[in-house]
Structure formats: C-alpha cells, structure tokens
C-alpha cells in the first residue's frame, strides 16, 4: 500500500462538504450579534434570544449532515 | 517499501472510529452497567452533594465555596432563566440548573484524568435528555393553551396571510415539535462523541508513531502529536462548558416560544 493510497467512506468527504453552509451561516449569525452589540449594547439579550434560535436552525442542517454521513456511511 | 519525506506508512495502526465507544460492561452480568452508566450516577451523586452543601451553608459574607456556588445559580437563574423566559421564569430555575450541571459535570468527565470519557458521548444520554425536554416544553405549552390552542400557537406564527397557512403550518410543525428534539439531542451528542474522538485520534496515532514506529520522522510527529493533544484538551473543555450551556440556553428558548405572549 503506497502512503497516499486513501480508504473509507466517501460520506465523510460529504459531510465535510455540507459542513460548509452551516459553519458560514452560524458565523454570520454571531458576527450580527457582535455587531449589534456594538452599536446598541443595551439590546444584547433580545438579541442574543434571536440569534439563539437563528443558530439552532441554522446548526440543525450540520447535524442532520452529520447523521445521514453515518447513515449512508 | 517506497517512503516519500522519510514518512512511512503505519502497518497495523488501527484508527480509532465508532467501536472506540463500545465499552465492556464493568460487572459481568449487568449488560447496562457500563462506564457510561456509573459515571452517570457518579455525576448525580456529585451534584446533589454540591447543591445541598451549598444550600445548607449560607452565610451573609460568603466564603469561597459559597461564591462559586452562588455565582454558578445566578449564572442560570440570570443570564439564562430570566433573559429568555422572561416573566414567570421562576419556577423553571430547578430545571435549567438540573440540566446544567448534570451536563456539564457529564461532559467534563471528558477532561477528567481518571475517567477521560464524556459520558454524554453515547447518544442515549442525549436522548434521554432531550426527551426530557420535549416532554416539558409541549408539557407546559398544553397547560397554558390547552391541545388545540397549543397547536395553534405552535404552527401559525402571528402576521402571517391565511393563504400562505398550507405551507407555514406543516413547516412550522416539522421544525418546532419534530427537528427540535432531534437537533438538540444531536447537537450535544455529536459535538462530545467528534471531541473524543479528536482526542483519541491525537493521543493513540501519537502513541503508535513514537512506540511502534523504527522512523526517526515518525517518532517526532508522535512526540509533536501528543503535546498537540494537550492544546485539544483545552479546547475540549471549552466546548464542554459550551455544550452545556447551550443546552440549557435552548431549553430555555424553547419553553418560552411555547409560553410567550403573542405581541
């Protein structure tokens, strides 16, 4: 076996793949927060109760990825 | 054997994966009585110590464990209790301060030197926990709005134009009684379960280079790799204080989109 010779599922390629969207979207989610905090820091925990709930939808496609990585994996 | 950069390919290292957390049972016999299991109860044991001493101790000037008691309470009771919930969020503190120590306390048996293993990552604690959670949420919902009311208040999000209802009501199903249990279930197991196994990939693929390797590049990456490990335990702790209180952040948001007042 040649050192470069790579074995095992292509689903976590996959994942790693449909890993992306989420990762950018729960990082422009928290950036708006820190960016409204900035500007209004009073508005912080309405803001942060907002965001909580964009995060957990957004995060939900991640874990979904990652269930259907050992599904078909 | 053809080496490229004096790096030679591992024969006989086994990488770590799923069958790293399928763990004998500690007493033969009792199938359900894994590691997972005692440092569960291990865990109870330790919380309902910490919580009734420092009920017990009250002192006008607090001493030190007094101090991180009440600042661990007024962490939940404040900044997670009373800014999501809002009004009448009182009676939901016991829950939330459940919730949280016993999974933070589970997830830091991760970094804990003599367990070494977050018993949250075998998902049926997840689970477990989540249902708990699902059961209160529509629990407390019902109470408030009654079956059909509860329903309504659910799935028809305010200000939306009757025409638009066939398509907002089964999405608004699907995401708020059906995904929700399921991502906050996954959400803790699946970041403890990748958070062990870095640590495993790191500390036993170390191991293997500087023990069972003749190559001297090896033997460095081995050494490198098990002091990286380090750096990964730190960042294990992090996302175990995170996990946790996200948890209980969400729980909170939860119970109070099935209590809130529509505005």
């Keep these: 076996m040649s050192p470069l010779e790579l ?51 957004t995060e939900a496609l991640a874990i979904i990825g990652i269930a259907l990585a050992f599904v078909f994996g | 054997m053809s080496t490229w950069s ?13 069958e790293s957390f399928h763990l004998p049972p500690i007493v033969e ?24 001493i420092m009920a017990r101790k009250t002192a006008l000037v607090p001493s030190k464990g007094q101090f991180l008691g009440e600042t661990a309470y007024m962490f939940v ?12 969020f009182r009676r939901y503190v016991p829950l939330l301060i459940a919730l949280f120590s016993f999974i933070l306390v589970n997830n830091l048996w991760g970094i804990f030197p003599l367990t070494l293993l977050p018993t ?6 997840a689970y477990g926990l989540a249902g708990l959670v699902w059961v209160t949420y529509n ?33 608004e199903f699907l995401s708020n009684i059906i995904v929700r249990p399921v991502t906050l279930s996954l959400r803790l197991f699946a970041n403890m379960f990748a958070g062990h196994l870095l640590v495993l990939v790191f500390v036993l693929g170390g191991e293997y280079l500087l023990l069972h390797s003749e190559s001297l590049v090896n033997k460095v990456a081995g050494v490198a790799a ?33 209590t809130a007042e529509e505005h």
Excluded at chain 2, 6 to 18: A, D, I, N, W
Excluded at chain 2, 35 to 49: E, F, H, P, R, T
Excluded at chain 2, 120 to 125: L, Q, R
Excluded at chain 2, 239 to 253: K, S
Aim: charged share 10%; hydrophobic share 50%.
């Design chain 2, 120 to 125: 949250t990552a075998h998902v049926g604690w």
């Design chain 2, 226 to 258: 098990l002091l990286f490990s380090l750096a990964i335990f730190g960042l294990e702790l992090f996302v175990q204080c995170l996990q946790a209180y996200i948890f209980t952040m969400l729980t909170a948001q939860y119970i109070s989109s099935a």
């Design chain 2, 139 to 171: 629990g407390v919902g019902i109470r408030k709005w009654g079956g059909i009311g509860y329903l309504k208040h659910v799935t028809i999000p305010p200000g939306v134009p009757t025409w638009m209802y066939p398509l907002v009501i089964p999405l």
């Design chain 1, 7 to 57: 074995t095992g599922s292509l689903g976590i390629v996959g994942y790693g793949l449909a890993a992306i969207g989420p990762g950018i979207g729960v990082g422009l989610i928290f950036a708006a927060v820190i960016e409204g905090t900035a500007r209004q820091p009073e508005a912080r925990g309405a803001m942060l109760s907002t965001a909580f709930i964009g995060f957990a939808l």
């Design chain 2, 29 to 52: 016999g009792l199938p359900w009585f894994d590691k997972y299991m005692l440092q569960g109860l291990l865990s109870v044991l330790l919380i309902m110590a910490f919580w009734v």
């Design chain 2, 77 to 88: 009771r404040n900044s997670i209790a009373r800014d999501t919930i809002g009004h009448d």
């Design chain 2, 6 to 18: 004096g790096l030679t390919p591992l024969e006989g290292y086994e990488p770590p994966g799923v």
